[in-house]
């Protein structure tokens, strides 16, 4: 018999609603689990177990819904009511919302079960969860490594058993680069499919939540719970959400399958480019039309990617002054003077970084030669894909460019950690889905990440592709050894 923590959402599901599971015991191995781990992985920024019965008590007497009894962890930078949600910064100290986030609701609404915060970079700004005011999480798979970020708290619990299923965010690929680098599945929605209201904005044009899970039917069931309209966030889009495990056929015979040729160049480590290889081989034993595409802008995503995210950080940011939320600094003279101390005391140094950046690239005088320019580019890197989309239904691609990196290895080269990004950042820039699935091993055993994007708003398309691969590959299977 396999542990209780060792198994998927939608196994647990149907073992709660025939009752031979009860929650009350889940819920108790999952809190074991955490309590006997985290000391090592350190993925959570707050577990409670208390809070978590009296909200599995409140789940209990309603109906029972379609997450009922199923333990989430959410990522800190998503508001819970009464809970501190500090997106990992000194500067968040003491902040509690006063209202749940979209997303909290609904998967409330579904009875699932808020068990904790996960631990992030600070403001999600971040590859490797290291920029944390809590301390770096752990890659589960080689506790000397990162788990990838910036959800990487998320993603390691998720890794490591400590949670069935975790919520992350993704403004560059914070959901898919720590998905791939700790062997678990991570999705960013398209742009409006999911509500961000009650996420603590870091790029608002770029950022989507999104689910991390063991497997893809997970991903879809937890999909199919948050997407949806919802007239508190502006960028919402009013589309239907289909059922997303009806995408789940493990049939992709004439699915027409693109690979950009962009992708595969100098910087993927071999591990990485034999195991996607290898995936894209699996594709075509299945069935699936495999053809080239071209992505010709690709090259400029990370350069556009760093004057647009900063730039609407920069400004999002602006609100942290002292005066509405969270830290102030002790003593000041004046008010311009505690702003200032705030802030500097307050914020880590890639969040000073970032606003800096940003700064500048909104300047007058720079708006027109860098914002305005990236936004331009931002634009023929959308074209890229509406274009190539003609001829494919999804494009597949490795999610990272290496696998897991030794804590510390990156930190004082803000160039290369940026670099970590290159494959996932154009999903954000055209507004589209992506998702990461488990492809492989390096041969030091570190997890490889598969990333298979499509139209926006044809996450179905993604699911028919990755739950095809995964039912017929054993990757997602295989756990570390804790
Ligand atoms: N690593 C990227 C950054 O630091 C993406 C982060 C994210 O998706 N939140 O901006």
Redesign the pocket.
Same mark, same amino acid.
């Given at each position: 018999m396999k542990e209780l923590y060792s198994l998927s959402a939608h196994e647990l599901q149907k073992m709660i609603a025939v009752g031979e599971v009860d929650p009350a015991t889940l819920l108790d191995a999952i809190f074991d689990r955490i309590g006997s781990l985290d000391k090592k992985v350190r993925a959570f920024a707050l577990a409670d177990k208390t809070k978590a019965n009296d909200r599995l008590k409140r789940a209990s007497e309603k109906k029972l819904g379609r997450l009922y009894g199923i333990p989430i962890l959410v990522k800190d930078n998503i508001c819970v009511k009464d809970e501190a949600t500090t997106c990992a910064s000194k500067i968040l100290a003491g902040f509690r919302p006063t209202y749940d986030a979209t997303v909290i609701r609904k998967l409330e609404d579904e009875g699932a079960v808020l068990i904790g915060k996960a631990n992030m %970079?600070e403001f $999600?700004?971040? *590859?490797s969860c290291e920029t944390s005011c809590y301390g770096p999480t752990r890659n589960p798979w080689d506790l000397e490594r990162i788990p990838g970020?910036?959800s990487g708290g998320s993603v390691a619990a998720v890794a490591a058993d400590e949670t069935i299923a975790a919520l992350g *965010?993704?403004?560059?690929? *914070?959901i898919r680069?720590p998905a791939s680098l700790c062997g678990v599945v991570g999705l960013k929605p398209t742009y409006g499919r999911v509500s961000r209201y009650g996420l603590i904005a870091?790029a608002s044009s770029l950022d989507q939540i999104g689910p991390i899970t063991k497997d893809v039917r997970d991903a879809a069931l937890i999909l199919n719970v948050i997407a949806g309209y919802d007239e508190m966030d502006s960028t919402s889009v009013d589309v239907p959400v289909p059922d997303y495990t009806k995408s789940l056929t493990n049939d992709v015979k004439g699915l027409r399958i693109g690979v950009p040729k962009e992708y595969f160049i100098k910087g993927l480590d071999k591990d990485i480019e034999n195991s996607v290889k290898k995936a894209i081989d699996v594709f075509k034993k299945l069935g699936a039309k495999v053809s080239e595409v071209s992505l010709p802008h690709t090259e400029y995503a990370v350069s556009t990617y760093y004057i647009i $995210?900063p730039a609407e950080a920069s400004s999002n940011l602006a609100r942290f002054d002292g005066v509405g939320y969270g830290f102030r600094a002790k003593e000041s003279a004046d008010l311009i003077d505690m702003y200032l101390k705030t802030r500097s005391e307050g914020f880590g140094d890639e969040a000073k970084r970032r606003i800096l950046l940003g700064t500048y690239c909104l300047s007058s005088g720079y708006y027109d030669a860098y914002y305005l320019k990236a936004l331009k580019v931002r634009t023929k890197i959308k074209e890229d894909f509406d274009k190539a989309f003609k001829d494919c239904d999804c494009i597949v691609t490795p999610t990272s460019p290496t696998a897991a990196f030794k804590i510390g290895e990156r930190m004082d080269d803000p160039l290369s950690m940026?670099l *970590? %990004?290159v494959y996932t950042i154009p999903a954000n820039m055209a507004g589209i889905p992506a998702i990461s699935v488990p492809c492989g091993f390096t041969a030091n055993g570190l997890p490889i990440g598969l990333q298979i994007l499509a139209k926006a708003f044809d996450e179905g398309a993604i699911f028919r592709a990755a739950y095809a691969f995964e039912q017929n590959t054993d990757f997602h299977l295989r756990k570390p050894k804790l």
């Open positions: %970079d $999600a700004f971040g *590859s970020g910036s *965010s993704d403004t560059g690929g *914070s680069q870091f $995210a940026y *970590s %990004d």
